[in-house]
């Protein structure tokens, strides 16, 4: 079946960059996804990529995409301590299944 | 807007006790859908449903039921808890448009379920 693979955990200081990386297997992903989760909140869409694009960028955040090596990045410009969450990587496959990485936990240092 | 409405939102459950977690939604969407969390896991997929009559499976389905007989509704059920049961679970809806379903997902707060 489809999988999503990301890195659990995540250091940055602040002020730095941060890129949250992510791999895929179903290379029929239509759409692609970035969720931001706060502790104790449920999950909120930061941004998505539609599969022919290669880059997208909302403010701080850019999102690249390689469809050949099925990669997909987050970069988060000046890393505040707001962003400490888990970001989850997800993509939408062949049946409109929305499946997602394990997350990962970004830590914002000092 | 209310949004995705999730009740309750904590329970706690004996082995082979039946429960229902309630999901609503007043947006109109045709897309809801569960899943659970688990720590090292992520979100996995139990049910999800494309509009009103019509429910599928996901990636982990087994000891959970659901139905969808209108559009703001979709009812997770257990019927018989298990330990393994144990987690949070997350309701999420989505919407179509000319163009098509983005896969655009809209949480409740979750439902945290502890089974003894």
């Known amino acids: 079946g489809e999988d999503v693979e990301q890195s659990l955990f995540l250091s940055v200081r602040e002020g730095d960059s941060s890129v949250i990386n992510c791999t895929y297997t179903?290379?029929?992903?239509?759409?692609l996804y970035w969720y931001k989760q706060e502790p104790g909140a449920g999950l909120q869409l930061l941004t998505y990529?539609?599969?022919?694009?290669d880059m997208k960028q909302d403010q701080r955040l850019t999102v690249l995409l390689n469809k050949k090596d099925k990669h997909l990045s987050l970069r988060i410009a000046d890393t505040q301590t707001g962003d400490s969450a888990i970001y989850f990587c997800?993509?939408?496959?062949?049946?409109?299944?929305?499946?997602f990485g394990k997350g990962t936990r970004l830590h914002i240092l000092p | 807007n209310a949004g995705v409405t999730q009740t309750p939102k904590f329970q706690v459950l004996k082995t082979g006790q039946s429960m229902t977690l309630q999901c609503a939604q007043d947006?109109?969407?045709?897309?809801m859908s569960w899943y659970r969390q688990d720590p090292g896991m992520g979100l996995r997929l139990i049910h999800y449903?494309?509009?009103?009559?019509?429910?599928d499976q996901g990636e982990v389905p087994n000891g959970y039921n659901v139905s969808r007989s209108t559009t703001e509704d979709f009812p997770l059920r257990l019927l018989s808890a298990a330990p393994s049961q144990t987690s949070v679970y997350f309701c999420?809806?989505?919407?179509?448009?000319?163009?098509?379903?983005?896969?655009?997902?809209?949480f409740g707060e979750g439902s945290r379920l502890t089974v003894l």
């Open positions: 999420a809806s989505s919407y179509s448009t000319a163009g098509g379903w983005t896969g655009e997902l809209f």
């Open positions: 449903s494309v509009g009103a009559g019509i429910t």
């Open positions: 947006m109109n969407h045709e897309y």
């Open positions: 997800a993509e939408k496959d062949r049946d409109d299944k929305i499946i």
């Open positions: 990529i539609f599969s022919n694009m």
């Open positions: 179903d290379s029929s992903s239509t759409y």
